[in-house]
């Protein structure tokens, strides 16, 4: 029989951990052992080597968000980023015109010019972009371009919530509605603060569900701990 590892803060984090690593990885049983108690010995390794993929996301090293100000950032609209899908209209020139996702490299690449970049940049931006490659290049005369969202990249919701998984990113949503479209908190969950991971941050920072509501960007990685108590 496996022995069992004890409830405390380091076995939570463990726990937490496993989720992460095992949701990343597309396991199928996700669901089903995100709760597994690891052995000693194996936790040990699991809890260093997670960490390092991580970030050490159970952790509560992280600072608290200005919510005012990440909301204020957010409403803004979210920048383009891999995995989103745009539509790229050229103007009479039927050959340019579709759908196009941006790539890992940050990248979006049409026929006859070069990648454009698109990582972080608004739809408007990139637009201007790719008119001035199509004009540079001399491929169109006096070229019009517009650029839509198809859209977005999904965002992720691990932890303790009835349903941890992938979500699809669509349009302004709150952090307490995120957790209410993944099931809702468990009944051992932390519902006083909750981890939220953001590229544009750096690494994660912590949420007091009390505060006004932070608004959900695409990408975003919520962890939702098991309470001490």
Not at 202 to 212: E, S
């Amino acid at each position: 029989m496996v022995p069992r590892l004890r409830r405390t803060s380091q076995g939570r984090a463990i726990l937490i951990r496993t989720s992460v690593i095992r949701f990343l990885n597309g396991l199928p049983e996700y669901r089903r052992q995100t709760r597994r108690l690891v052995s000693p010995a194996g936790a040990l390794s699991l809890s260093l080597s997670v960490s390092l993929l991580t970030g050490g996301c159970a952790s509560q090293d992280y600072p608290f968000v200005d919510v005012a100000q990440a909301n204020a950032r957010a409403e803004q609209g979210p920048r383009l980023d891999a995995g989103d899908k745009l539509r790229i209209v050229v103007f009479d020139e039927p050959s340019l015109t579709g759908e196009y996702e941006v790539a890992t490299s940050g990248a979006v690449t049409l026929p006859l010019i070069s990648d454009v970049p698109a990582s972080g940049s608004t739809t408007g931006q990139v637009a201007d972009a790719i008119t001035g490659k199509l004009a540079q290049g001399g491929y169109v005369l006096n070229p019009r371009v517009a650029v839509d969202i198809v859209s977005y990249r999904p965002f992720y919701i691990l932890g303790e919530v009835g349903k941890p998984g992938e979500y699809t990113y669509a349009g302004e949503l709150s952090l307490l509605q995120a957790v209410a479209k993944a099931g809702g908190f468990t009944a051992r969950a932390n519902k006083g603060t909750i981890v939220v991971m953001r590229k544009s941050w750096g690494g994660g920072r912590r949420v007091n569900v009390g505060d006004p509501a932070l608004l959900v960007m695409p990408g975003d990685t919520i962890t939702v701990s098991e309470s001490m108590m």
